[in-house]
């Protein structure tokens, strides 16, 4: 076995100071936040080995457990620290306790290469989702990393670090640097192949700011400069780069960045081989099951062949995409695998819709081709049926392709049909995700996906080019051509009252429940308009799940996850489902979560970590509960309702409370959060409903966590605890009023009059104001309205300092007591117009 320890670096001389500016119970190292797991380095490790890493975060010092989204590393070991190297002059830096500690990761001899998410379990809490990636390399460090000088660094040719072929280097460019420069010195053989990829951008180190665009120059061994790659369709803005020495000696390697972000520590791990890789295969993919024949196609536009065995079933959504190695590169070529056949273009010029090649089969299929034509268009010519709906999907620039594809689809000659469908690009959902389309920039957004329903049945023409009229041997398609399947997805959304911490994972304390609002985004072409069901799957003994069935059109629920008293510590991911409530429906629906991992300024996000699978955890009990009084009576339409709150403090907690309602039903109105001093423990929260809402029955839960003592951007430090649901039941108002028109002279008396129409009839006497009078207008008395009253009269007055002119939006006021509950209700929209006084 392999070990590999590479040294921790870190933003520490930049952050120390914001870390000891913090309280004792922050254990906060970033500016402006506290994360849990904040950061890791080294980000890479050999497989098959014992590799040591440090993190950074906050409250480590309580770590209980650690578990990955994908198999094949194990955390074995982990102890605090409480120095890291600096990364800008490579001293050590004191760190506060709880801010670093050191994992030793056993990554197994089959460990999945690539990216591996991984969360921690504190006693409180389960941190952020972070990512650690395995080579197929030994691993070794950048050994000079602090900022280059002239005896220091390897920024020149002289001081170049030598590096043996089938290594891995970690690397890094310093914050507060102009343009590092890091120097590799790789022996070579005329012939002999050099391979360089580079993660980096991927690696998604920073929060905030954190972009990097590394870039690789090669030198030969008389120093002249012979490559250089910036971007790569492959692998967006992390290069990869393959030549074959011309002659042998020492090769110079520049790993630097293209575009400088001086503020931020870039990091990359840059893979070194003599292996030579595709950087695109033809075709992108094949039917399950079968042995694909593939053409290779190397950056210089060299071709060679390979077989490849699909599985024997495709994976469901993404899944269905799988890994490629042609050869032991850290880097994979992807294949999209289907349940249904191909069709490759025939090398013939099919460059005219009446040209084009003809596909006589049933769908659904696969058209595979490459643009090798500057300016041209592919087409083909189908078949398909009325009443028919389809999903047509491009893989492109999703599986590394340069080409940025248009899909135009129009009936052939002799069809009579109005289908017109040209796309151009695509969104989160119709790759069957969720995510901000404003702000994410991301390849696989460049093919377009859409929907195609025959509205007559014959041939059709699918066309597909390059938007740049670009072309090249690289520049390979996909197009499917399936049966749209209904579907829809369950995410968190966002919110602003809400921090991350709570936001992204559900964690519930021992003997409490935890609340999560929930949204479902239906799915491109979904037509089913039918209710639905969220359910949990992988929970331990002690947890339940529960979550109301969904309407017909809901978009937004609450879930609560109930944990009793005796429910063991646990952390692990979990699948959140989606079903529908109408049998026989065809319909499928999973959890998405997509979390960015790198911004740049402005909230444009370049990297994404996306996951199907929903992590949770039962932590330690909390210092809070909180109870709310099941109310005996309705919430009217346009009136309001108090919920008697209590709160049990326990640990020795004696501060404030915060009570918020992080969700309600539709149209029901809450008050900003509402704090409970410290050695108070009941309060009243104040629900409105509006007059649109809807009546019927709503689970509803209220939220709590202390006042102070947590870092409020991130959540961390607070204990989110939840009320069990309340059956709230809101129904329509008990009366209706209708006022007639009226008018006033300025300094008289009039009344305000209104019908009555008894929607539900009064308990007993109920008390009436006017509300949202205008400037000088005064209500003399309030009136009271009796069981039965078709009329009601308000008696005014208009002072010498009314306004004239005409005012609506008037209404009534009206307090009802039902039992011990006094329902307060608005009612009407008045106008009232006022005149100038006469003379007398």
Not at 46 to 60: A, C, N, V
Not at 276 to 296: Q, V
Not at 312 to 331: C, H, L, N, R, Y
Not at 784 to 809: C, E, H, N, W
Request: negative net charge; contains cysteine; aromatic residues 8%.
């Amino acid at each position: 076995m392999n070990r590999c320890i590479i040294p921790s670096l870190l933003l520490a001389s930049l952050l120390l100071p914001f870390a000891e500016a913090q309280e004792e119970l922050e254990f906060c190292t970033f500016p402006y936040s506290c994360p849990i797991a904040g950061r890791i380095n080294p980000q890479v490790g050999e497989q098959g080995s014992t590799t040591k890493i440090t993190l950074i975060g906050g409250r480590l010092q309580e770590i209980e457990e650690f578990f990955f989204y994908r198999p094949g590393i194990k955390v074995v070991d982990h102890r605090p620290l409480d120095v890291i190297p600096s990364d800008m002059r490579g001293d050590d830096r004191k760190m506060p306790k709880g801010t670093a500690v050191e994992l030793t990761l056993e990554i197994a001899d089959d460990c999945p290469l690539g990216e591996h998410f991984m969360r921690l379990r504190t006693k409180e809490a389960l941190s952020e989702m972070v990512s650690f990636w395995v080579s197929p390399f030994p691993c070794v460090p950048e050994k000079d990393w602090a900022h280059d000088s002239a005896d220091k660094g390897n920024g020149t040719f002289v001081r170049a670090q030598p590096v043996e072929l089938g290594t891995t280097v970690y690397g890094y460019h310093p914050s507060y640097s102009t343009m590092d420069h890091d120097f590799y010195a790789v022996e070579m053989e005329k012939g002999e192949n050099l391979t360089v990829e580079v993660w980096s951008a991927c690696l998604g180190f920073d929060f905030h700011d954190g972009i990097t665009d590394c870039a690789i120059t090669i030198y030969d061994p008389d120093q002249e400069k012979i490559a250089y790659v910036d971007d790569t369709s492959l692998r967006d803005m992390d290069p990869i780069v393959g030549l074959k020495a011309e002659k042998s000696g020492t090769y110079y390697v520049n790993i630097h960045q293209n575009m400088d972000f001086e503020g931020a520590l870039r990091h990359y791990a840059a893979h070194f081989s003599n292996e030579k890789r595709p950087m695109i295969t033809y075709p992108l993919g094949g039917p399950a099951g079968s042995e694909l024949e593939l053409t290779l196609i190397d950056a210089d536009g060299s071709e060679s062949k390979a077989r490849h065995a699909l599985p024997k079933e495709p994976g469901a959504f993404d899944k269905s995409v799988i890994d490629f190695f042609a050869a032991p590169t850290a880097i994979p070529n992807r294949l999209q695998v289907a349940k249904f056949e191909n069709v490759l273009e025939d090398g013939k010029e099919h460059f005219q819709p009446e040209e084009a090649q003809v596909y006589q089969g049933e769908l659904p299929i696969a058209f595979n081709g490459r643009i090798l034509h500057e300016g041209k268009t592919d087409w083909f010519r189908f078949s398909a049926r009325k009443g028919e709906r389809y999903r047509v999907r491009t893989y492109a620039a999703t599986l590394g392709s340069s080409l940025d594809a248009r899909l135009m689809i129009r009936p052939a000659a002799g069809t009579e049909s109005r289908i017109d469908i040209k796309a151009d690009d695509s969104r989160w959902i119709d790759h069957d995700w969720q995510g901000a389309d404003k702000t994410s920039i991301l390849k696989d957004r460049m093919d377009p996906i859409t929907i195609f329903e025959p509205d007559a049945d014959g041939d059709y023409l699918l066309g597909i080019e390059d938007s740049q009229r670009l072309f090249g041997p690289d520049y390979v398609y996909r197009v499917e051509i399936e049966p749209v399947v209904n579907r829809a997805f369950i995410y968190f959304p966002k919110d602003y009252r809400e921090s991350p911490h709570k936001r992204d994972r559900l964690v519930v304390h021992r003997g409490n429940t935890v609340e999560h609002t929930l949204a479902i985004i239906s799915g491109l072409g979904n037509n089913y308009r039918g209710g639905m069901e969220i359910y949990a799957e992988g929970l331990p003994k002690g947890v339940t799940f529960e979550c109301p069935p969904l309407k017909p059109g809901q978009t937004l629920t609450q879930a609560t996850l109930t944990a009793t008293a005796d429910a063991e510590p646990w952390s692990d991911l979990i699948e959140l489902k989606l079903r529908p409530t109408e049998e026989g429906a065809d319909f499928r629906g999973s959890f998405v979560h997509n979390v960015p991992s790198t911004s740049r300024r402005g909230g444009y996000n370049v990297v994404h970590n996306l996951t199907r699978r929903c992590a949770a955890a039962v932590v330690e009990e909390a210092p809070l509960r909180i109870s709310v009084k099941q109310p005996d009576i309705a919430l009217a339409k346009s009136a309001v309702l108090d919920l008697e709150v209590e709160i049990e403090r326990s640990q020795g907690y004696e501060g404030g409370v915060s009570v918020y309602a992080a969700w309600r039903p539709p149209n029901v109105v809450t008050p900003p959060p509402l704090i409970i001093p410290p050695g108070e423990t009941k309060a009243v929260y104040q629900l409105k409903a509006n007059h649109n809402v809807t009546p019927g029955r709503y689970p509803v839960t209220l939220t709590a966590h202390e006042e102070k003592g947590g870092n409020r951007g991130w959540g961390t430090g607070f204990h989110y605890v939840a009320s069990p649901p309340i059956d709230l039941e809101i129904s329509d108002p008990y009366l209706n009023l209708t006022f007639d028109r009226t008018a006033i002279e300025r300094q008289t008396e009039t009344k305000l009059v209104a019908s009555i129409d008894t929607i539900k009839p009064l308990p007993g006497e109920a008390t009436a104001t006017l509300i949202r009078l205008p400037t000088g207008i005064e209500l003399v008395k309030p009136v009271t309205i009796r069981p039965g009253d078709k009329m009601v009269s308000f008696p005014i007055r208009a002072t010498k300092d009314a306004l004239t002119g005409q005012y609506q939006q008037i209404a009534c006021q009206i307090k009802i007591r039902e039992g011990d509950q006094e329902i307060v209700q608005e009612s009407g929209n008045g106008v009232l117009r006022i005149d100038e006084e006469r003379s007398r």
